[in-house]
Protein backbone atom coordinates (compact mmCIF):
# COMPACT_ATOMS: atom_id res chain seq x y z
CA UNK A 1 0.00 0.00 0.00
CA UNK A 2 1.58 3.63 -1.22
CA UNK A 3 1.97 6.26 1.69
CA UNK A 4 0.16 9.39 1.80
CA UNK A 5 0.34 12.21 -0.60
CA UNK A 6 0.42 15.94 0.25
CA UNK A 7 -0.03 17.98 -2.68
CA UNK A 8 0.05 22.14 -2.90
CA UNK A 9 -0.69 23.51 -6.22
CA UNK A 10 -0.94 27.31 -6.86
CA UNK A 11 -3.76 29.43 -7.98
CA UNK A 12 -2.40 31.23 -12.05
CA UNK A 13 -3.70 34.15 -13.97
CA UNK A 14 -3.96 32.63 -17.77
CA UNK A 15 -4.45 33.94 -20.98
CA UNK A 16 -2.15 36.89 -19.68
CA UNK A 17 -3.04 39.60 -21.82
CA UNK A 18 -2.50 39.03 -25.24
CA UNK A 19 -1.32 35.11 -24.18
CA UNK A 20 -4.84 33.78 -25.16
CA UNK A 21 -4.44 30.07 -24.14
CA UNK A 22 -0.75 30.48 -24.35
CA UNK A 23 1.00 32.60 -21.67
CA UNK A 24 0.02 32.57 -17.42
CA UNK A 25 1.51 33.53 -13.90
CA UNK A 26 1.58 31.26 -10.94
CA UNK A 27 0.27 32.85 -7.77
CA UNK A 28 1.40 32.45 -4.18
CA UNK A 29 -2.67 31.27 -3.33
CA UNK A 30 -2.96 27.32 -3.06
CA UNK A 31 -5.18 24.44 -2.87
CA UNK A 32 -3.34 22.14 -0.64
CA UNK A 33 -4.45 18.32 0.27
CA UNK A 34 -3.66 14.92 2.01
CA UNK A 35 -4.39 12.04 1.03
CA UNK A 36 -4.38 8.65 2.05
CA UNK A 37 -5.55 5.00 1.34
CA UNK A 38 -9.35 4.61 2.81
CA UNK A 39 -11.88 1.81 3.19
CA UNK A 40 -14.48 4.51 1.61
CA UNK A 41 -13.93 7.99 0.01
CA UNK A 42 -14.49 11.17 2.19
CA UNK A 43 -13.26 14.56 2.34
CA UNK A 44 -12.82 16.94 4.93
CA UNK A 45 -12.74 20.30 3.12
CA UNK A 46 -11.73 24.47 4.76
CA UNK A 47 -10.87 27.45 3.31
CA UNK A 48 -12.81 28.72 0.36
CA UNK A 49 -15.82 26.95 -1.08
CA UNK A 50 -16.03 23.86 1.62
CA UNK A 51 -19.26 22.35 0.45
CA UNK A 52 -17.96 22.62 -3.01
CA UNK A 53 -14.39 21.18 -2.59
CA UNK A 54 -15.71 18.67 0.37
CA UNK A 55 -18.87 17.18 -1.83
CA UNK A 56 -18.35 13.23 -2.90
CA UNK A 57 -20.58 14.03 -5.45
CA UNK A 58 -20.23 16.08 -8.88
CA UNK A 59 -16.46 16.28 -7.65
CA UNK A 60 -14.04 17.17 -10.71
CA UNK A 61 -10.90 16.00 -8.22
CA UNK A 62 -12.56 12.33 -7.76
CA UNK A 63 -13.86 12.35 -11.75
CA UNK A 64 -10.67 12.84 -12.45
CA UNK A 65 -9.16 10.39 -10.65
CA UNK A 66 -11.51 7.47 -11.16
CA UNK A 67 -11.53 8.07 -14.87
CA UNK A 68 -7.46 8.75 -15.40
CA UNK A 69 -7.33 5.16 -13.43
CA UNK A 70 -10.31 3.47 -15.35
CA UNK A 71 -8.71 4.72 -18.40
CA UNK A 72 -6.17 2.52 -18.11
CA UNK A 73 -8.10 -0.57 -16.56
CA UNK A 74 -7.40 0.14 -13.49
CA UNK A 75 -10.05 0.77 -10.08
CA UNK A 76 -10.13 4.08 -7.83
CA UNK A 77 -8.53 3.04 -4.42
CA UNK A 78 -11.39 4.67 -1.92
CA UNK A 79 -9.18 7.78 -0.67
CA UNK A 80 -9.66 9.55 2.70
CA UNK A 81 -8.79 13.31 1.38
CA UNK A 82 -8.24 16.69 3.64
CA UNK A 83 -8.32 19.80 1.69
CA UNK A 84 -7.51 23.28 2.46
CA UNK A 85 -8.51 25.56 -0.71
CA UNK A 86 -7.33 28.89 -0.93
CA UNK A 87 -8.07 29.24 -4.86
CA UNK A 88 -11.20 31.56 -5.92
CA UNK A 89 -13.71 29.19 -7.70
CA UNK A 90 -15.29 30.12 -11.01
CA UNK A 91 -13.00 33.39 -11.07
CA UNK A 92 -10.34 32.73 -13.56
CA UNK A 93 -7.69 31.61 -10.97
CA UNK A 94 -6.94 28.39 -12.34
CA UNK A 95 -9.17 25.86 -10.27
CA UNK A 96 -10.05 23.47 -12.32
CA UNK A 97 -6.08 23.13 -13.65
CA UNK A 98 -5.30 22.98 -10.05
CA UNK A 99 -8.05 19.94 -9.26
CA UNK A 100 -6.89 18.49 -12.88
CA UNK A 101 -3.80 18.45 -12.12
CA UNK A 102 -4.22 17.11 -8.68
CA UNK A 103 -6.98 14.40 -9.38
CA UNK A 104 -3.72 13.00 -12.23
CA UNK A 105 -1.75 12.93 -9.50
CA UNK A 106 -3.47 11.10 -7.31
CA UNK A 107 -4.44 8.73 -9.92
CA UNK A 108 -0.44 8.29 -10.54
CA UNK A 109 0.11 7.63 -7.20
CA UNK A 110 -2.24 5.81 -5.71
CA UNK A 111 -2.90 3.80 -8.80
CA UNK A 112 0.64 2.96 -8.96
CA UNK A 113 1.30 4.58 -12.46
CA UNK A 114 4.24 5.82 -11.43
CA UNK A 115 4.21 8.97 -13.91
CA UNK A 116 6.95 11.37 -13.77
CA UNK A 117 6.02 15.12 -13.63
CA UNK A 118 6.19 15.72 -16.86
CA UNK A 119 3.51 12.52 -17.72
CA UNK A 120 1.59 14.24 -15.22
CA UNK A 121 1.51 17.94 -16.95
CA UNK A 122 0.65 16.20 -20.00
CA UNK A 123 -2.14 14.58 -19.21
CA UNK A 124 -3.48 17.29 -16.98
CA UNK A 125 -3.11 19.68 -20.21
CA UNK A 126 -4.89 16.92 -21.86
CA UNK A 127 -7.99 17.37 -19.90
CA UNK A 128 -7.74 20.89 -19.33
CA UNK A 129 -7.47 21.21 -23.29
CA UNK A 130 -4.91 24.26 -23.01
CA UNK A 131 -1.45 24.37 -21.75
CA UNK A 132 -1.35 27.88 -19.87
CA UNK A 133 -3.43 27.04 -16.45
CA UNK A 134 -2.01 23.68 -16.02
CA UNK A 135 2.07 24.61 -17.07
CA UNK A 136 1.61 27.67 -14.83
CA UNK A 137 0.07 25.08 -11.61
CA UNK A 138 3.04 22.55 -12.21
CA UNK A 139 6.36 24.58 -13.14
CA UNK A 140 5.62 28.08 -11.46
CA UNK A 141 6.78 31.40 -11.86
CA UNK A 142 5.67 33.15 -16.06
CA UNK A 143 4.77 30.12 -18.70
CA UNK A 144 4.53 30.20 -22.54
CA UNK A 145 3.59 26.71 -23.12
CA UNK A 146 1.97 25.18 -26.56
CA UNK A 147 -0.20 21.76 -27.25
CA UNK A 148 -1.23 20.37 -30.29
CA UNK A 149 -3.60 17.96 -28.32
CA UNK A 150 -0.71 15.53 -28.67
CA UNK A 151 2.30 17.25 -27.90
CA UNK A 152 2.84 19.81 -24.66
CA UNK A 153 6.19 22.50 -24.85
CA UNK A 154 5.95 24.43 -21.84
CA UNK A 155 8.83 27.09 -20.56
CA UNK A 156 8.89 28.85 -17.50
CA UNK A 157 11.43 31.44 -15.61
CA UNK A 158 10.79 33.34 -12.34
CA UNK A 159 9.80 36.91 -12.73
CA UNK A 160 11.48 39.54 -10.63
CA UNK A 161 10.64 38.26 -6.30
CA UNK A 162 9.71 42.07 -5.78
CA UNK A 163 6.88 41.89 -8.02
CA UNK A 164 3.23 41.31 -6.46
CA UNK A 165 0.17 40.83 -7.59
CA UNK A 166 -4.10 42.07 -6.85
CA UNK A 167 -6.80 39.79 -8.28
CA UNK A 168 -10.17 41.70 -8.20
CA UNK A 169 -12.47 39.44 -7.61
CA UNK A 170 -16.19 40.07 -8.31
CA UNK A 171 -19.47 38.55 -6.15
CA UNK A 172 -20.57 35.92 -8.72
CA UNK A 173 -18.58 33.33 -10.51
CA UNK A 174 -18.65 33.02 -14.29
CA UNK A 175 -17.78 29.27 -16.05
CA UNK A 176 -15.20 29.50 -18.91
CA UNK A 177 -17.80 27.66 -21.51
CA UNK A 178 -20.17 30.93 -20.99
CA UNK A 179 -16.72 33.01 -21.50
CA UNK A 180 -15.66 31.14 -24.23
CA UNK A 181 -19.13 31.64 -25.76
CA UNK A 182 -18.29 35.18 -26.44
CA UNK A 183 -15.33 34.77 -28.53
CA UNK A 184 -15.73 35.23 -32.64
CA UNK A 185 -14.46 32.57 -34.65
CA UNK A 186 -12.18 34.28 -36.50
CA UNK A 187 -10.08 37.24 -36.16
CA UNK A 188 -8.76 39.95 -38.80
CA UNK A 189 -4.30 39.89 -39.41
CA UNK A 190 -4.00 43.28 -38.03
CA UNK A 191 -5.32 41.78 -34.91
CA UNK A 192 -3.29 38.60 -34.72
CA UNK A 193 -0.08 40.38 -35.53
CA UNK A 194 -0.85 42.95 -33.07
CA UNK A 195 -1.21 40.18 -30.15
CA UNK A 196 1.89 38.29 -31.78
CA UNK A 197 3.80 41.04 -31.49
CA UNK A 198 3.07 41.95 -27.38
CA UNK A 199 3.27 38.36 -26.33
CA UNK A 200 6.86 38.71 -27.74
CA UNK A 201 7.38 41.82 -26.08
CA UNK A 202 5.33 40.83 -22.83
CA UNK A 203 7.55 37.78 -22.55
CA UNK A 204 10.48 39.87 -22.76
CA UNK A 205 9.72 42.38 -20.12
CA UNK A 206 9.22 39.36 -17.83
CA UNK A 207 12.27 37.77 -18.07
CA UNK A 208 14.17 41.16 -18.38
CA UNK A 209 12.24 42.54 -15.16
CA UNK A 210 11.59 45.69 -17.83
CA UNK A 211 8.60 46.52 -15.85
CA UNK A 212 8.13 49.73 -17.97
CA UNK A 213 6.71 47.90 -21.14
CA UNK A 214 4.19 45.18 -19.25
CA UNK A 215 1.47 47.95 -19.74
CA UNK A 216 1.85 48.19 -23.46
CA UNK A 217 2.30 44.95 -23.96
CA UNK A 218 -0.29 43.48 -22.02
CA UNK A 219 -2.76 45.15 -24.13
CA UNK A 220 -4.92 42.75 -26.44
CA UNK A 221 -7.46 42.59 -29.16
CA UNK A 222 -8.05 38.64 -29.39
CA UNK A 223 -10.07 37.72 -26.12
CA UNK A 224 -10.25 41.05 -23.39
CA UNK A 225 -12.42 43.60 -25.91
CA UNK A 226 -15.23 40.52 -26.28
CA UNK A 227 -15.04 39.35 -22.86
CA UNK A 228 -15.42 42.52 -21.13
CA UNK A 229 -19.44 42.29 -21.60
CA UNK A 230 -19.33 39.31 -19.28
CA UNK A 231 -16.34 40.81 -17.07
CA UNK A 232 -17.61 44.11 -16.77
CA UNK A 233 -15.24 44.88 -13.95
CA UNK A 234 -12.00 44.77 -16.78
CA UNK A 235 -12.94 47.77 -18.49
CA UNK A 236 -13.06 49.54 -15.27
CA UNK A 237 -9.39 48.46 -14.48
CA UNK A 238 -7.81 49.06 -17.89
CA UNK A 239 -6.87 52.65 -17.19
CA UNK A 240 -4.95 52.08 -14.14
CA UNK A 241 -2.33 50.21 -16.41
CA UNK A 242 1.26 52.36 -15.33
CA UNK A 243 -0.43 54.41 -12.44
CA UNK A 244 1.22 54.47 -9.29
CA UNK A 245 3.44 51.22 -8.98
CA UNK A 246 0.74 49.20 -11.43
CA UNK A 247 2.99 47.84 -14.18
CA UNK A 248 0.10 46.31 -16.07
CA UNK A 249 -3.76 45.18 -15.91
CA UNK A 250 -5.36 42.05 -17.77
CA UNK A 251 -8.58 39.09 -16.81
CA UNK A 252 -7.40 36.74 -15.08
CA UNK A 253 -7.72 33.58 -17.14
CA UNK A 254 -11.24 33.24 -18.68
CA UNK A 255 -12.65 36.32 -15.85
CA UNK A 256 -14.62 37.64 -14.43
CA UNK A 257 -11.23 38.36 -12.07
CA UNK A 258 -8.28 40.75 -12.99
CA UNK A 259 -5.18 40.81 -12.61
CA UNK A 260 -3.20 44.04 -11.02
CA UNK A 261 0.44 43.40 -11.31
CA UNK A 262 2.52 45.44 -9.30
CA UNK A 263 5.86 46.86 -9.23
CA UNK A 264 6.45 46.13 -5.18
CA UNK A 265 4.66 45.64 -1.77
CA UNK A 266 5.11 49.57 -0.87
CA UNK A 267 2.60 50.25 -3.67
CA UNK A 268 -0.10 47.87 -1.71
CA UNK A 269 -1.46 51.11 -0.25
CA UNK A 270 -1.81 53.33 -3.63
CA UNK A 271 -2.70 50.75 -6.34
CA UNK A 272 -5.71 49.20 -3.86
CA UNK A 273 -6.91 53.04 -3.47
CA UNK A 274 -6.90 53.62 -7.10
CA UNK A 275 -8.80 49.97 -7.49
CA UNK A 276 -11.61 51.10 -5.26
CA UNK A 277 -11.58 54.35 -6.44
CA UNK A 278 -12.07 52.70 -10.02
CA UNK A 279 -15.05 50.84 -8.93
CA UNK A 280 -16.76 53.04 -6.05
CA UNK A 281 -20.55 52.92 -8.32
CA UNK A 282 -19.67 49.11 -9.19
CA UNK A 283 -20.96 45.85 -7.69
CA UNK A 284 -18.69 45.14 -4.13
CA UNK A 285 -15.31 43.19 -4.73
CA UNK A 286 -12.86 41.66 -3.08
CA UNK A 287 -9.00 42.23 -3.48
CA UNK A 288 -6.37 39.72 -2.97
CA UNK A 289 -3.05 40.63 -2.66
CA UNK A 290 -0.87 37.33 -3.47
CA UNK A 291 3.31 37.41 -4.45
CA UNK A 292 4.12 35.32 -7.30
CA UNK A 293 4.67 31.53 -6.77
CA UNK A 294 8.05 30.66 -8.34
CA UNK A 295 8.22 26.63 -7.09
CA UNK A 296 4.93 25.59 -8.75
CA UNK A 297 3.09 22.19 -8.06
CA UNK A 298 4.72 20.32 -5.27
CA UNK A 299 3.80 16.77 -4.48
CA UNK A 300 5.38 14.64 -1.40
CA UNK A 301 5.00 11.89 -0.15
CA UNK A 302 4.18 10.93 3.79
CA UNK A 303 3.49 8.27 6.10
Known sequence: MP????????????????G??????????????????????????????PEVCG??????LLDVYRKTLAAKGLEAKPLSLDVKNGIPLGMGCGSSAAVRLAGVTLASHFGGLNWTREEILAEATRLEGHPDNTAACWLGGFVAGSWDGETLHAVSFSPPTEWRAMIVLPE?????????????????????VANLQRVAVLTGAFA?????????A????????????????????????????????????????VLVLMESEQWSKKVKAHILNALH???????????????????????
Open 3 to 18: GGLHLKLPATSANLGP
Open 20 to 49: FDTLALALDVHLEMWAREAAKFSIRAEGRS
Open 55 to 60: SLERNL
Open 172 to 192: KPLSTASSRAVLPESYSRADV
Open 208 to 216: SGRGSLIAD
Open 218 to 257: MKDRMHQPYRSEVCPLLLKLLPLAGLDGILGVALSGAGPA
Open 281 to 303: EAEPVEVLQCELEHTGGQSLDYE
